[in-house]
């Protein structure tokens, strides 16, 4: 069986591409003029913004873990991974913030500051610009338990953690919450608490400690991600919620809701990243798109577009949206996103790229 990992996938750029380009396109309002309404009726079964922050989220997951087991394999110290993770994603974030500090100081922006706007959204729901963070904050959560628990156990054990520990515990406390909280109140639960979230990062992980196999038998390993993707399909909330009783005669009590949408996501999410990375694996034809330079170059840039278009998209359009305020806002972010890319950056990861 082989065991070499690939240094580069060119592929996941794509799909993180395809990624951010779903999180812009779900703040942008369906009562937005000439907003077509087959869009609106796309948007409402695909939940863009959703989906975009799970492919994140796995795909996060996947990268990590392959690096820190590459690191771990070297016998290189944690710490170093650690370094090149602040040098990637506290300047730039914290140059936002200062920004928005003189131009729209407010008590959120202490919560993004310390990475616990997510929590704070928990309880907050005054209108700010930077709703977005929250995700960044989960991200950052599982940076800080994940690498010393690849570093300091032994891979099998670290595994096991993983996938009979986090993932089943997640699942679990979803339950549990939506058992004693009103459905939509658990929604907003489920999608903000890292420990649920860290669902998602989770299954990223073990398609990283499965990567051997996915390297060796890349077939079964696209077989195991069209079976995913397709029970993420099967497993549409709206469905089970609303058609299913009149279908069938029985569906799910809404208040199975959320970890229902907490699984169809996961699903779908792991499912398209799997069949990337086997796909990838296996030269198939369809990762071909992915590799194509114009979405390479966006999934790049993805964490700059991530980042900024929120705030852009506020100080552009505030509480009006118009196909030209769109544009503008657009092209806004995109440039924002190349500048800080080239500028800044880029040589903080040749600079990061010294410590290992």
Known sequence: MRTHRPAYLPALDGLRAIAVLLVLWSHVLPQMPGYPPWLVQLRALLGPGEL???????????????????????????????????LRIFPIYYLLLLVIL??????????????????????????????????????????????????????????????????????VAAIVICSQVAPARAAEILQLASPIRFLDLGAGCLCAFAEPRLTARPRRALAVGAVLFALGVASWPGYWLFFAPQQLGFGLPLA???????????????????????????????????QLAPLRGIGRIS??????????????????????RLALALLLTFAVAIASYWLVERPLLRLGARFR
């Open 303 to 324: 964490y700059g577009l991530y980042l900024y278009h929120f705030p852009l998209y506020v100080a552009v359009m505030g509480g009006r949206q118009t196909p030209g």
């Open 256 to 290: 199975g809701g959320p970890v229902l949408g907490l699984l169809h996501s996961c699903l779908l999410a792991t499912g398209l990243v799997l069949i990337t990375i086997a796909g990838s694996f296996g030269r198939q034809w369809f990762v071909r798109p992915l």
């Open 102 to 171: 003189f131009v729209q100081p407010g008590p959120t922006l202490l919560w993004c500051a310390l990475y616990l706007s997510n929590f704070w959204f928990l309880v907050q729901t005054e209108a700010n610009w930077l709703p977005h963070t929250w995700s960044l904050c989960i991200e950052e959560h599982f940076y800080l338990l994940w690498p010393f628990a690849v570093a300091m156990l032994p891979l099998r054990w670290a595994r096991r953690v993983m996938a009979f520990f986090v993932l089943p515990g997640a699942i």
């Open 52 to 86: 975009g922050v799970e492919i994140f989220f796995v795909l996060s997951g996947f990268l990590i873990t392959r690096i820190l087991l590459a690191e771990k394999a070297a016998a290189r110290p944690v710490r170093w991974f650690l370094l090149r993770r602040m």
